[in-house]
């Protein structure tokens, strides 16, 4: 999907359940959702019908039920958003990102680690 859609932070938690598990049913997706804080499946219905609108789901109908399935891939809408993030809080640099963390000591030894790994992985891809 070229264009991600604005999504909501509910509506967010709803596309990650969909993600997990799919095709899903709203009361599957109800399911899914309780096991970390209550959600009522009128509520449900109503992101699901909003992502649908927004082209983030599509649905089908199978007997009684609706199947709803994701149509923004986890990882591109993980990309696009970090891509926005950095640029609209750093100006596109990841350099004060990272730094504003480790000042805060909030890098843990396997984050230096993993981002190590990924500098030298970068270097190697372009020399």
Known sequence: MKNIPDISDSEFDVLQ??????????????E?????????EKTVKTLLNRLVKKEAVSFEKVNRYYLYTPLVEQEAYT??????????????????LV????DDNNLQEEDIHQLKKLIEQWEKDND
């Open 17 to 30: 359940a969909l993600w997990a598990d799919n095709p899903a049913t709203a009361q599957q997706v109800v």
């Open 32 to 40: 899914y959702l309780n096991r970390t804080k209550v959600w009522h």
């Open 79 to 96: 990309k696009a958003k970090g891509e926005s993030f950095i640029q609209r809080m750093f100006n596109g640099k990841l350099s004060p």
């Open 99 to 102: 730094a504003n963390f480790a």
